[in-house]
Every structure is written in structure tokens, then in C-alpha cells.
């Protein structure tokens, strides 16, 4: 790579480093160079191109001719053509000079710091969207069997058998875990999608230029304002980070049980498309991306811990450190929105063996704490010494008669029903459980219904969003066009 870099060294030199007289060094060049991974934000910075060019002649820094002519020359401009420069950013305004001296003045009014700033926030923006529509995929799937599984299941705690609860139950556990998570991509979105182009290096420029405008034809909901500010912050940047990383925690607790239920526990049949056999053993099905799915969390929480520990002290405004934050955005992004998709092709192929769980749900006297409410309520003995003759009954070998054995020696004489313990069983104990968010089946029907109006309105709002940032650069395109030049047929990022 290093000979790559020196065969364009000229272009680099003449563009950068007028103010230096000896070539930088080869490694260096080496090392300091993003380019590789600059094809992430390669479309942004097209786009950001476009609306500072013409941004530059709505404040009549450029003309109609010298408008036209950079807009044609970003137009030819072709990712694989970009080797040997030290950024995607130089890279481009390079090329762009090759073609017509008016890109020359491309960089009028602007920064790599803004241009940079501008160009992250871009790709953000929509990667956060397209996760967050991926997420009420997830979400819709797991509504889905949350509806159709109602079965009775065993509870877990320190995973132990605990209580009998409901399948559907607790799949709507698993929606309000991840539905947090969607409201955290939503909030970053928001707090992402601020334009910084028009702060320069940190100081703003005397130019005078619209950067409203310019805000408007990117799609943002509005600006950095204060010029240092949005060339020195990187927080949505860790933020970003911190969403994906959070809806990876949330995954990687799903996958876990899948990983457990499919093995000793015997709860789901593991769909074919999501699993693996022995490279030697014959028998086996093996629930491998489950198990990358909750490896990929540990992945997340290295790039959160990364991008954090390089902005922790950073002085005000720009530093280079910022450059290494990049990638890990970059990757994190994309391995959310992949292991998004990747859990919601699996749960929704997903085949839950209802006759085993139903069967366990009564494993490891589960009736436990009913029965001892049971005593609070028909013999008005005090929780804790209910607790305690339940917990000896059940230490000393349950039976009916030990439980009033026990219950005497707590200075309670107890008659009890033979029918009591069939009471007790977890169909009736599950469907007595009629607060709020438990577990009867109206209640779980009535926050299942509850879940499904909500969706709909954060579905809502996310297409909106996708839609407003669609026209907007709709409203771009059809502005360069003004000139003659038409990028509607650009692939998008």
C-alpha cells in the first residue's frame, strides 16, 4: 500500500502541504491514511460536495459556469478510482481539480473539520434510521408469536426453576427490552441530524454563506449551531456507538436462551436456515448464530469502549484522534443492522415445543410462593412465616401432611383441602394473575393490543422521517440539475 500511496504522493503534496518542504514518510503517509475505509462516507461526501458547491453560489462565490463544471466533475467521480490520497475528502476535491480548475475554489468557506463533521453525522443519520426500521421488524415478529403462543411455560431465576408464567408473557418481555432500545436509536437520530457544514476549522468563516440552505438540502432538522462545537464533538458519534451497543446487550440475552433452549431445555426446534451440524459429529444441531449474535455484543462493547477511551481529555477543537472513531462507527452500525436482521429471520422460523414447556412448568415445586400465599390468605399467617413453613415442607420432603407438620410447629394448626395442591397447578396459577402485566390471558392479550397501537406510531414516524430526508435530497439533485447536471441516477449509500 505504501508504493500505492507514493505513486500519487504529487497530488497529496501540491494539495496539503504547501506550507512543508520534505515529502511526508512513506509509513506515515501509511498510517495516517483513512482511505480504506472512507468508502462508507464516500456518497456523503458527494452529497455534502453538492450542497456546499451550491451553497457557494447562492452566496454568489461561484458562477453558473464554474457551478456547472464542478458539479459535472463530481459526478464522474468513482470510489475505485480513489487510491494513494490520504482521506476520501482530499481524494475528491483532487479529482475534481484534475477535471476543471474551477475546483479550485471548491473548498471556499470550508474545512476538512466541517466537511468531515458534516459527512458522519450524514451517514449516522441513516444508518441509525435503517437500524431503526429493522428494529420494528424484530418488534412486529415478536408481537406476532406473542399472539400465537400463549402456552404455559416455567419461570426462571439465577436460572432456576422459579413460577409458571406464560410464552407469551414473556415474548413480551423480550418486545419491551428491545422497544427501549428503539426509542434510544430514535433519540440519537434526533440529536445526530444536525448540520455542522459551515463551521470551517472551528472558527466559522468570513464568508457569507446560508448555512440554513445548506442544512435543508442534506435533510437535517437543524444545525450545530456554535461553530467549534460541531467540529470538536464527537459525542453523537459515541452515542451512535452506545445505541448499537445497547441493542446488542438486548440480542445477545435472547440469543443466550435460544442457545439454552435448544439444548437440555428442550423448549424450540431450531430452524434449519439458522443452524449448523458437526464437522464430525453427525447428530448435531448446532445454534451458531445465535451464539455470533451474542459474541457480537462482546464486539460492540470492545467499539464502545474504544471510541470512548480515544475522545476521553481531548482538548478543544479538532484533534486527528477523531480519525480512529470512524471505523468503529462505521462497523458498529453495520453489525447492529445485520444482527437485527439476522434475529428476526430466526424467531420468526422459530418452532416453540409447547408440550415440553407446558410440561416443566410445574418443575421444581413452582407452586411455591402460591402456596404460601395461599396460607397469608386463608389462615391470615404472616407472609414470612408462610414463606418459612412452605420452604421446611418442601426441605424436609413435601407432602400435605408434612406442610401441616411444619405449619404446627409454627404454632399454626392448617386444614387443607385434598384438592388444594390441584389449585395449584400453573394453568390456574398463571391465569390468576390478573394485575397489571401479568400474567392471565387478558391481560396479556390487552398489552399485546397495547404494543401494537404503539408500533404503529413509531413505524409511522420513522417512514416520515425516511420520506422527509428522501425529498430533501429529491429537492438536491433537482437544484444541481438547475445546471445541467443529473445525479438522480447515483446509487445511494
Known sequence: MAERLNIH??????????RLKKEMDRLALEFSSSITHDENIFYYDILV???HVLTLRKSGYLTDDETREILKALKEIDYSRLKGYEDVHEAIESEVTKITKAGLKMHTARSRNDEVATCLRLFARDNLLYLAEGIIRLLETILKLAKENN???PGFTHLQYAQPT?????????YDMINRDLDRVVEAYFRVNKCPLGSAAFASTSYKIDRYYSAKLLGFNSLVEN??????SRDFLIESVFVCTSLMLS??????????WSSEFDFVDLPDEFASTSSIMPQKKNPDIAELV?????????????VMSVYKALPFSYNRDFQEMNE???DSLKRARTAVEVMNGMLSKIKFKEDVMKEKANKGFSFATDLADFLVKNFKIPFRIAHRIVGNSIAEGFSVEKLKEVARRYGYEIELDKNVLESLEAEKIVEKRRVIGGTSLNEVNRMIKERERDLKIKKYLIKRELKRIKRAIESLYNEAKRFGVDFHDREEG
Do not use: P
Open 294 to 306: 451474542r459474541a457480537n455484543s462482546g464486539r460492540l462493547i470492545g467499539n464502545l469502549t474504544a
Open 251 to 260: 440480542l445477545s440475552r435472547i440469543a443466550e436462551e435460544i442457545v439454552l
Open 166 to 174: 406464560r410464552l407469551s408473557h414473556h415474548l413480551i418481555a423480550y
Open 49 to 51: 460536495d453538492i450542497a
Open 9 to 18: 504522493y504529487l497530488k497529496l503534496f501540491f494539495m496539503l502541504r504547501s
Open 227 to 232: 461553530s467549534e462545537d460541531a467540529v470538536a
Open 328 to 330: 468503529v462507527l462505521y
Open 151 to 153: 402456552c404455559i411455560m
